[in-house]
């Protein structure tokens, strides 16, 4: 049952991530004509990702270290970087890097950041974002492999 546990945990929180950033987020962006919207629609989703991601680190962690004797020492230390990896990911892109983005956003006003002076500096907040959020789902894909 614990490997069963684990791989659900890990399913749901690597599958979240691949279904929020891959999906449904460009499917806002080529959807709506108002970008300004589709920002705000996918803002709030990233938000209850990032809670998403926090919760399934604790319970995952959890699983790992007090409720797997399945696992040998060298396979619970690995996870332990994957979920930790994982972690940092969403601190570093979501509660790091998201609040500058979110301060740029808000200075620009109802036009958007695209149109204004900021537009530079946000698109290489976006882009530092887009990038842990690559590393975060490939790491993803590490640990649904190993919480079997």
Known sequence: MPARLRLLVATIWAGSLWTVGYLVAPTLFITLDDRV????????????????????????????????????????????????????????????????????????GPAGVMDSDAKLQFGLLHGASSAIYLVQSLLGVALVVKAR
Request: aromatic share 12%; net charge positive.
């Open 37 to 108: 919207l589709a920002g705000t629609i996918a803002g709030r989703l990233f938000r209850v990702e990032a809670w998403l991601c926090v919760a399934c680190a604790i319970v995952l962690g959890i699983l790992v270290r007090y409720f797997s004797p399945d696992l040998e020492r060298k396979q619970i230390r690995s996870i332990a970087w994957l979920i930790a990896g994982m972690l940092a990911c969403t601190l570093i892109g979501y509660f790091g890097l998201q609040p500058f983005m979110a301060a740029l956003r808000e200075a620009a």
